[in-house]
């Protein structure tokens, strides 16, 4: 592969013996699960997102059912979400008992806006489930205006920024994937649920540990879903490198502005006042199986992360079936990842953008 679609080596390389270090420490610990490494990480995480509590759970799936029942969804209600974002982000709302209701998103930001979220919204619903896609920050504050409470889903937003803060606190709960490939990841599964709410809080952390306090006596029906103390160890040495790996993936951004990529494809473009540390860096193009092919020709890593959105998906049939969404259908028809990590560089970028100028899409 000339240009990888990911590099999470690279940037990990410097961190092995501290992260090797790490994992010692825990395995001569014996304590493994809810420990110091996940408390001080829940501490870490949370100071660094500006939000007064984080609780650690399994993956960043788990981390959305669980914020949304901690929110008090369930049976009944409606969840508005995204139908063009990961399949997950719609996943986790029927375990609650609560029925997603799929709303639009802007093509250009592929993000929800307050118009799209608006149109969505009935007196059923209990909560909107906000995705930071690609590392771009929707605006949380404006739809949390409507009058509903906002989760953000901000597994793939590691590192950005926005006017109004970090994400993980610019909603009522936000939630986290710490998935390898994520711009924060961990050596396996691991999520997070953030909140500046102490009730919320409280319940997202019954519900991880099967409904209980002391695993004696159970007021809830809950979850087996905590974050491990060797994946919070390993995450623990990562976070103080997070915003040098965002400012890393923005230089990445501006080195294909620089190679004149704009002259042939749509550039993602930032939500108004934020600065996306771009997961994914996704473009488009109205014919973009071209692209695809000269990718593929000169060995760049390309790939459509969501060409059939959530709602047209087989198993969202009872949710999705007849529902319109221009935007979506138009993100998912055009949309194509192409190289993205913190240590992309120039002349990168340049072999990428002179792939995709050779076949002049
Ligand atoms: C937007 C979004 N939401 C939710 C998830 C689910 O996270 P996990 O894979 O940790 O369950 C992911 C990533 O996989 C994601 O990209």
């Not at 501490?43 to 609780?55: D, M, P």
């Not at 609650?96 to 209701?101: I, N, S």
């Not at 605006?139 to 006017?163: F, K, M, N, R, Y």
């Not at 109205?286 to 760049?300: G, M, Q, T």
Request: charged share 20%; glycine share 10%.
């Amino acid at each position: 592969m000339a240009v990888g679609l990911f590099d999470t080596r690279t940037p990990l390389a410097p961190l092995r013996e501290e992260i090797a270090a790490a994992i010692e420490r825990v395995v001569a610990s014996g304590s493994y699960i809810l420990g110091p490494e996940v408390s001080a990480f829940e501490a870490e995480f949370a100071g660094y997102c500006g939000a007064s509590h984080a609780v650690g759970v399994a993956n960043g799936t788990d981390a959305i059912t669980i914020a949304l029942r901690a929110m008090g969804v369930g049976p009944g209600d409606e969840v508005v979400v995204p139908s063009f974002t990961f399949y997950a982000s719609a996943e986790a709302i029927p375990p609650t008992g609560a029925t997603p209701v799929f709303c639009d998103i802007d093509p250009v930001t592929y993000c929800v806006s307050t118009e799209t979220v608006r149109a969505a919204l009935t007196p059923r619903t209990k909560a909107v489930i906000v995705v930071h896609l690609f590392g771009n920050v929707a605006p949380v504050a404006e739809i949390e205006a409507l009058g509903v409470p906002v989760l953000e889903d901000a597994a793939q937003a590691a590192g950005s920024t926005s006017a109004a803060g970090r994400p993980g606190a610019l909603g009522t709960a936000a939630t986290w994937s710490y998935f390898p490939s994520k711009n924060l990841g961990c050596y396996g599964d691991g999520g997070m649920i953030t909140t500046s709410d102490e009730g919320i809080a409280e319940r997202a952390r019954t519900l991880r540990f099967h409904g209980s306090h002391d695993k004696v006596t159970y007021e809830l029906v809950g979850y087996n879903s905590r974050l491990d103390e060797l994946q919070a160890a390993i995450l623990r040495v990562q976070l103080p490198h997070l915003d040098a790996w965002a400012d890393g993936r923005r230089a990445a951004g501006r080195h294909y502005e620089e190679a004149g990529l704009g002259e042939l494809v749509r550039l993602p473009q930032p939500t108004d006042g934020s600065q996306p540390a771009w997961h994914l860096y996704v473009v488009g193009h109205p014919d973009v199986a071209r692209l695809e092919s000269a990718l593929a020709a000169a060995e760049i890593g390309h790939k459509a992360y969501y060409r059939t959105p959530i709602h047209r998906q087989a198993a969202m049939r009872a949710w999705g079936a007849g529902v319109e969404l221009p935007g979506t259908e138009e993100a998912a028809r055009t949309h194509l990842a192409i190289p993205m990590s913190p240590v992309l560089t120039q002349a990168q970028a340049d072999q990428v953008v002179a792939a995709a100028r050779a076949a002049r899409v």
